[in-house]
């Protein structure tokens, strides 16, 4: 089973992704499959799921697409920020067993972004969520954690120039 990314849902978005090398193994509505090369997944909105991971003894390649519905830059921006500010954070063991920050005012800022985007942790209830990154994330960001650092953003090519 993966670690890298939570089981989760998007309430508007879909998120297609397509084998290009390797087996793979995903989940979708609650139900673990497998994909072979060629194959391409499809996850709705309103399904949670897992993405992609390594099934084989060797190298495993997708491509993952997005469809936010509406062009939306800032939630590509953030989306994409928030992943990699949380592999920042692991390379210095500020994340936990869950991949998650390990400060929980950091863990609110971060929830605050994916939040607002429409993103999801399918084991707690979506209003629970909406009222930690209310609050939590509020105070978070109050104290000067964010969901996404744009230091962490500079050599990936998606810095906003700030």
């Known amino acids: 089973m993966p670690a890298a990314i939570?089981?989760?849902?998007h309430t508007k978005w879909?998120?297609?992704?397509?084998?290009?090398?390797?087996?793979a193994r995903y989940k979708l509505g609650g139900e673990e499959?497998?994909?072979e090369e060629g194959d391409e997944i499809v996850m709705p909105p309103m399904v949670k799921h897992i993405h992609p991971w390594n099934d084989g003894?060797?190298?495993m390649a997708y491509t993952q697409t997005v469809d936010c519905g509406e062009a939306d830059p800032e939630a590509a921006y953030d989306i994409v920020g928030v992943f990699t500010t949380i592999h920042a954070l692991s390379r210095v063991g500020k994340v936990n067993k869950k991949g998650l920050p390990r400060n929980p005012l950091q863990f609110g800022a971060t929830l605050r972004t994916l939040v607002k985007h429409g993103g999801f942790d399918a084991a707690v209830p979506i209003g629970v969520q909406r009222f930690v990154a209310a609050t939590l994330g509020r105070i978070g960001e109050w104290c000067g954690y964010r969901g996404v650092y744009p230091h962490f953003l500079i050599h990936s090519g998606l810095s906003d120039g700030n």
């Open 33 to 35: 499959k497998t994909a």
């Open 14 to 23: 879909t998120e297609t992704f397509r084998i290009l090398h390797g087996s």
């Open 57 to 59: 003894i060797g190298p």
């Open 6 to 9: 939570l089981e989760h849902v």
